[in-house]
């Protein structure tokens, strides 16, 4: 999208998703998206239609009870502070505490939230009028100083910020971040207490999209300042956003309660959230049958793999695809996995509908690629009609030649011992166990389990301690730059495999630097196609859907195009 030299609101991001498609599964992040995900291997959807069951006490008048909306996630937030979480059950949460400059609605588009009005510039500085009124629960005002403040901490190199390329886009952050310049040259700085001022390093058509992201969303200072673990107590947190955080039994619940103080209360129907701590899928949907929450889908809870075809049968449960890829991730510092031939062989070796078929049964489709069919490409096309994932085939006697020719390149008389990490889940292990049958089947392999706590998982995994781990990846907005640069860049921090081709990173850089959009997209799906191609960076499996189930009387509450709980603005009828 042009920038022009100046902007009135409108939707940036086109709707992914039809109403047709009613909803099911994800991974990702996170992202973030977006972000790193902790569902079972069946993501989330959209609503799965209106329900208008009143909350009238069955005689037509209103209750005047308080507005309860309660949902689980499959453990303890890894953090509340923005500038460092990347998991899709942090942001689950965030979302209702933190406001940015533009939030993202649950069909993709990026609508203005602190971010009053803009002005963009022909030299790619975008000056913005922040919101006056808004407040932390700290009582401070929110102002563009908190803004800059943010997004030069996140860059600092001492923050080590996994996100921090998520604001590589401003002038001179990537050489701040890898400390080669101060955080003075960074791109943003308060002109005022209600003008922000971001001057970008190149062109960026979807910048405004990118704003809604969790890395953008301002922290305050004064609670942030001399206190490493403010986001973790609930004495210590300080927000911004719709609901404020007045319970955290660690382990257990988190209570949210409308925040008085939010700019738009009007606009924020549920009193009250309730997020339970759940980590077994059986014991969520038993929670739901017995109701104790209203929702299970899109990273909030997932319905056991073995119950999902009976639910959808019955109408209980919808399914809907997401813009979200399921893969296992190599760790290319690691030998065997350095080796492509061996990256080969264990992704050519598994059959994808089977798995599909036989585990998941939420009509996923099989990946041979990262970014998902849903993503938009050019001239009115997606990504993937532009660009097929025709990047390779199952084979499992070219598997077989492939991995032998690698264990004698690495100097393996047989495959060594290795492990499959996943984060605890009845659906990953019964991924994994399939997978790991296949790879029995086909070549004669041994790989052992393992499992963890999602946040411990995501610690182990980051460090890079691992073989092979599962991993997932949802859109945190609607452009393939989304998948190609977080997932595939060298200086990405959620390039958890840690895979490098220079190659791959000037296709990327490249795609970043341009403002013809159609040429970013073909030089992103070039890149795309020699990391699976020919260097086989992760090893894809299928393209997310979401089951989703939603009790009677709810609305405006679904899985967003990414495959995320959209809640903030769900309502009790």
């Known amino acids: 999208m042009l920038n022009s030299p100046k902007m009135k609101w409108r939707s940036i991001l086109s709707a992914v998703l039809t109403i047709a498609l009613a909803g099911t599964l994800l991974a990702a992040c996170t992202s973030g998206g977006n972000k790193n995900s902790n569902d079972a291997p069946t993501p989330v959807g959209n609503s799965p239609g209106t329900n208008t069951q009143s909350n009238d006490g069955g005689n037509g008048e209103p209750t005047g009870e ?4 309660r949902f689980t996630i499959g453990g303890e937030p890894s953090s509340l502070d923005p500038n460092l979480f990347t998991d899709s059950q942090s942001y689950i949460v965030g979302i209702g505490l933190y406001e940015g400059l533009f939030r993202l609605s649950a069909d993709g588009t990026s609508q203005p939230a602190l971010a009053e009005s803009y002005e963009v510039s022909p030299d790619n500085t975008y000056t913005f009028k922040v919101r006056q009124g808004a407040k932390w629960t700290n009582g401070d005002p929110v102002t563009a100083h908190d803004f800059e403040y943010s997004w030069k901490r996140i860059l600092a190199p001492e923050t080590a910020a996994d996100y921090a390329y998520m604001l590589y886009y401003l002038e001179n952050a990537e050489t701040y971040n890898a400390g080669e310049a101060t955080a003075d040259q960074v791109g943003v700085k308060a002109l005022d207490d209600y003008t922000l001022e971001v001057k970008l390093q190149n062109p960026t058509p979807y910048f405004v999209d990118i704003l809604a992201h969790q890395s953008y969303w301002p922290v305050n200072k004064n609670a942030v300042e001399g ?20 319970e955290w039994q660690h382990g257990g619940k988190i209570v949210l309660t409308k925040n008085p103080e939010y700019y738009n209360a009007d606009k924020i129907h549920f009193d009250k959230v309730t997020i339970l701590l759940v980590e077994d899928n059986s014991t969520v949907l038993n ?7 209203d929702w299970i889908g ?3 809870g997932a319905v056991p793999t073995d119950q999902v075809q009976q639910l959808i049968q019955s109408g209980e449960a919808v399914v809907q695809p997401v813009a979200s890829t399921y893969y296992y991730l190599f760790n290319t510092t690691k030998k065997p996995f350095n080796n492509v031939k061996i990256r080969k062989a264990l992704s050519m070796a598994i059959n994808r509908q089977a798995i599909i078929d036989n585990v998941t049964k939420a009509n996923q489709q099989p990946a041979y690629g990262l970014v998902p069919p849903s993503v938009k490409g050019a001239d009115g096309k997606t990504f993937r009609e532009l660009y097929p994932d025709n990047y390779f085939e199952e084979n499992i006697e070219e598997a077989k030649r492939l991995l032998a020719e690698g264990l004698q390149e690495e100097g393996y008389s047989r495959f060594p011992e290795t492990t499959l990490l996943y984060n605890t889940s009845d659906g990953h292990k019964a991924i994994a166990e ?4 296949q790879w029995r089947q086909a070549l004669g392999i041994e790989v052992k389990l393992a499992n963890m706590e999602f946040s411990t998982f995501l610690e182990v995994r980051s460090a890079q301690q691992f073989d092979i781990a599962r991993s997932g990846w949802g859109a945190d907005f609607n452009h393939a730059v989304n998948f190609v640069y977080d997932l595939l860049h060298s200086t990405s921090g959620n390039n958890d495999g840690r895979y490098k081709n220079m ?4 296709l990327i850089n490249s795609a970043l630097a341009t403002s013809n959009d159609k040429e970013a997209i073909d030089k992103l799906a070039q890149a795309e196609r020699i990391a699976i191609a020919e260097d086989m960076e992760v090893l894809p499996i299928y393209y997310y859907t979401t089951v989703m189930m939603v009790k009677p009387g709810f609305v405006n509450v679904a899985s967003d195009f990414g495959g995320q709980l959209s809640w903030i603005y769900g309502d009790k009828q």
Request: hydrophobic share 40%.
């Open 66 to 69: 308080p507005k309860e909306f």
């Open 503 to 506: 190659q791959v990173d000037d």
């Open 434 to 437: 399939a997978i790991v049958d």
């Open 227 to 246: 206190k490493p673990d403010w986001a973790t107590d609930i004495s210590t947190l300080v927000t911004n956003g719709p609901f404020r955080m007045t």
């Open 287 to 293: 929670l739901y049958q017995t109701d104790k929450i």
């Open 298 to 300: 899109a990273q909030a």
